[in-house]
Nanobody
Framework: QVQLVESGGGLVQAGGSLRLSCAASRYILSINLMGWYRRTPGKQRELVAA???????NYADSVKGRFIISRDIAKNTVYLQMNSLKPEDTAVYYC??????????WGQGTQVTVSS
């Protein structure tokens, strides 16, 4: 079992920045893949950024160059630094952790709203 708790969402103007945090209940290097997803009404949840236990990262094309995923192993926390935010980044952002065997765990979600 893995509990994931997100924080850091909120309202920001276009061009601004936010940092999301995802605190895991266990050692994050024991989690094969951790990522951030987002969902907007009427759309499927989409991958925004992910980081493997080895530290490899990948990003959705729409956020490359603007968002950075990182982690603090000592705090068992993964971050999503979001810069140059656009109104289309408005969504509920979810933290995800995938463990050996393929089981996925999700946080409760945090709302990010970018005003134009």
């Amino acid at each position: 079992q893995v509990q994931l708790v997100e924080s850091g969402g909120g309202l920001v103007q276009a061009g601004g920045s936010l940092r999301l945090s995802c605190a895991a209940s266990r050692y994050i290097l024991s989690i094969n893949l951790m990522g951030w997803y987002r969902r907007t009404p009427g759309k499927q949840r989409e991958l925004v950024a992910a980081i493997t236990s080895e530290g490899s990262t990948n990003y959705a094309d729409s956020v490359k160059g603007r968002f950075i995923i990182s982690r603090d192993i000592a705090k068992n926390t993964v971050y999503l630094q979001m810069n140059s935010l656009k109104p289309e980044d408005t969504a509920v952002y979810y933290c995800n952790g995938r463990v050996t065997g393929g089981t996925n765990y999700w946080g409760q979600g945090t709302q990010v709203t970018v005003s134009s």
